[in-house]
């Protein structure tokens, strides 16, 4: 009996039953569904069955590690993981194509989202907030790709991103002003960059009284913070029935007395909710988008916002009205992750939107002011210029 007809009869046994897969209810269903050759044959199938039934399978080891941050799954032998920044190929490993199709369907089931030949892809939440992404053959060519972004345990604080060269002591003190003082911001940057870290990071810098509320496609941010509304869409159901999207949410977000409205990670049609909630008149708004600079932000912005149907003088009037501060983060050629500018948003030629650093890190790592330093100085209060940035 193979690992996978041997898992498929302890299942069915433990649903009889009624009982939950803990190792003892695995290895009891193990030993009554085969026949065993001693107990190095027993411990060997009850750990093969575990990793069909019980938390990411063979994986787990891997998300218990508390300095991986990914896990990609290419084939049977190509499991990687991002530690510290950094790609590393493990020596963990499926037994073959079709166990990494079932661990994806079965994760993918417990989150209640279809996986399988009519539907080969999933991006979708996990229960322990871990976000899975699954693509099936023939659309994922050599076999299904599978991809964890497992939640941090404990949010980071603006010294931990000090201390991890993210950002620097001067630069902080700036971002915490902008929280202070309710200045609504993006946060841009490629995949990985950090987005939601920073951004989850500043929202636990709200005061103790506001009331946050997140609006998100998969809930990811975690900040640090008493008093936070998570909510979260859904897609429609097989029979196309169902779906609550980011603009239903923001609907909602404005009856649900908020101090701050933020709108998660924006792919496509959604930056019109994003842009819509940064003008509702609640102060201190913010959101992520994709970005490979801050310049490019306005034609993103507009990209994405034509697209879903608004028109380019709105986008840009809107992304003017909406947005006081763009805090850009990219990753290095080593792979570590830096805060490489602020920037402010200003009105160019036609009444175009156009990002001006205020802010800006030198190749040498440290940060100097740039031609929006004014404009972020009065946003922020700010007087004097820092000494580190006058540099």
Known sequence: ?????????????????????????????VRAASVLAGDEGLLRRVELVESELVGVGPLQPLADDPEVTDILVNGPDQVWVERGGRLELTSVG???????????????????????????WVDVRLPDG??????????????????????RRNGFT?????????????????????????????????????????????LGLCAPGQRVVLIEDLAELRPAHDHVVRLEARPANAEGAGQVSLQDLVR????????????????????????AALNTGHAGGAGTIHSGS???LPARVEALAT????DRAAAHSQLLAGVDVVVHLDRDASGTRRLASLGVLTAAAGG????????????????????????????????????????
């Open 294 to 296: 801050a310049a490019a």
């Open 94 to 120: 499926f037994a073959d194509r079709a166990a990494i199709r079932r661990l994806g369907q079965r994760l993918a089931a417990s989150a209640g989202r279809r996986l399988d030949d009519a539907a080969p």
């Open 1 to 29: 009996m193979s690992s996978a007809e041997l898992a498929a009869s302890v299942r069915e046994r433990l649903v009889r039953d009624g009982g939950r897969p803990s190792r003892t209810a695995v290895a009891s269903a």
């Open 130 to 151: 871990t976000r899975l992404h699954v693509l099936l053959a023939p659309i994922a060519v050599e076999g299904p790709v599978l991809s964890l972004r497992l939640p």
């Open 158 to 202: 603006l010294d931990e991103l000090v201390r991890g060269g993210l950002l620097s002591h001067a630069v902080a003190d700036l971002l915490a002003d902008l929280i202070a003082w309710q200045r609504s911001f993006l946060v841009t940057g490629g995949t990985g960059s950090g987005k939601t870290t920073v951004l989850s990071t500043l």
């Open 352 to 391: 175009l939107a156009a990002v001006v650093d205020a802010v800006q890190r030198t190749r040498s790592g440290s940060y100097r002011a740039g031609e929006g330093w004014p404009v972020l100085a009065g946003l922020l209060d700010r007087p004097c210029l820092p000494a580190e940035l006058a540099r």
């Open 307 to 310: 697209a879903a149907g608004l």
């Open 252 to 275: 909602q977000a404005l009856r649900m007395r908020p101090d701050r409205i933020v709108v998660g990670e924006v792919r496509g049609a959604e930056i019109v909710d994003l842009l």
